[in-house]
């Protein structure tokens, strides 16, 4: 049974990007003292915002003079990380009879018309590939051709086994990368985290929930069963244009999983003011 007989209709996420014109500003003179008070005040709400826009000089391949334009920047200081609980177990996968459900495995392109737009993200951090499988999925499908399970997933690390697992790379037993789960249908295991208060970031509108925690890794001492270490955990979850997102990162930065958070919802690469 192929994906065609089920999917009829693809949700595409609607590019809300217009032109408008605009009449020249007529120059009015500002007082120094208020034009510094402005400044400070527009300063002061970007920061609380966690994005805004600073100017970046760059060439226009249409003629040789510099152009301006606007460059989003996200603020480490305007996110909040939450305190991941790390003995939270996994959700469980749903159990889907096979008398009224089909599974179907849907290819890359499949998979973009479903969505509406290339789901790989704009920023992924250097030296981070993707595995053979990442954009592809197998959706769970009623006989009435009712899209019952969506989810995505892609996963971007230094190295992966034949089976595609991801592959650790340098004594540690735990890879280095991440994994971005999607879904329209809003299925995506949450998060759990150790304090019923869980604070959201904003980003260009966008509310998301970062988590964190510091994870042990083995081998244990054998008598005292103490971790040879502990590694950084890091999610986010958001929804933007219907679509929810789970990123799970292991060893990474919280600045490299904030600047891919931040991709995604912008639509494009990210800066990050530390």
Known sequence: MTSEEFITVFGGIDDDFVLQARSPAVKKRVSPALSAVCL??????????????????????????????????????????????????????????????????????TVREYYGRDLTPPYVPEGLSPSESSGTAQFIIGK???????????????????????MPDDGIPIPRGFTLGVSKLGLIGCCLYLHDEVSATDIAGTEVTFGHCAMPYGPYAPETHEPSGYYDLYTAEFTVGGVSYKLTAERLTAEDVVRTAASIICGEPVDIIK
Do not use: K
Not at 70 to 93: C, G, Q, Y
């Open 40 to 109: 400070a005040a527009c300063a002061a709400a970007a920061v609380l915002a966690g994005v805004f826009y600073e100017n970046t000089t760059v060439l226009s391949p249409d003629a040789p003079h510099a152009l301006e334009i606007n460059a989003p920047a996200v603020a480490m200081s305007s996110v909040t990380f939450n305190e991941l609980d790390p003995l939270a177990p996994d959700a469980a996968r749903a159990y889907y009879d096979p008398e009224l459900y089909d599974t179907v495995a849907l290819d890359g392109e």
């Open 144 to 166: 009435d051709g009712t899209v019952a399970e969506d989810t995505v997933w892609l996963h971007y690390y230094r190295d992966f086994y034949a089976d595609g697992s991801p």
